[in-house]
């Protein structure tokens, strides 16, 4: 783990995106980054910025109900919401994605814990609605 934390505030689903964007310039590829918060909190806002921040130009929506969204091998983007065990998630394969060399980004990742790398990196957005969000990375 890195041995500091820093905070950013902000006040709109604009700011979360260019501030993700200016994230992704951390990441190098295989990066595992838990996106964490409740529901609307914004943790989709930030897959959109990371993605644009690495030079993806898809639209990056939720993958509730694909579990994970491929963009070119390059970013995977995972949705753990309706993941019911480990055992499920194993079996779906939802590991294998870790060792592909890419960017993995994961909401609900609660739901797959005991499958997570070691090393994976955080981002705990707090806040709902329309308005300031804290984010923790
Ligand atoms: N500061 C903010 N940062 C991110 N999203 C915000 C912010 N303020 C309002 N929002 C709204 O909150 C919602 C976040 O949605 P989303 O990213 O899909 O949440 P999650 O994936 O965490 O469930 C969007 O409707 C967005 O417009
Ligand atoms: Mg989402």
Redesign the pocket.
């Known amino acids: 783990m890195k041995p500091y934390m820093a905070v950013f505030y902000?006040?709109?689903?604009?700011?979360?995106?260019a501030w993700a964007k200016d994230y992704a310039k951390t990441l190098k590829p295989g990066d595992t980054v838990l996106?964490i918060?409740?529901?609307?909190?914004?943790?989709?806002?930030?897959?959109?910025g990371i993605a644009a921040g690495m030079g993806i130009t898809d639209e990056v929506t939720?993958p509730t109900y694909a579990y994970v969204n491929e963009y070119g091998g390059r970013l995977f983007h995972f949705?753990c919401y309706r993941v019911e065990s480990e055992a499920q998630a194993y079996g779906l394969g939802l590991c294998d994605y870790f060792d592909r060399g890419g960017v993995c980004l994961v909401?609900w990742s609660e739901n797959i814990k005991g499958l997570l790398p070691a090393d994976a990196k955080k981002i705990a957005?707090s806040?709902?609605?329309?308005?300031?969000?804290e984010?923790v990375f």
Request: hydrophobic share 35%.
């Open positions: 902000s006040r709109s689903a604009e700011e979360t995106i996106l918060g409740g529901m609307g909190a914004g943790k989709t806002m930030v897959a959109k939720s949705d909401e957005i806040g709902e609605g329309e308005g300031v969000r984010i």
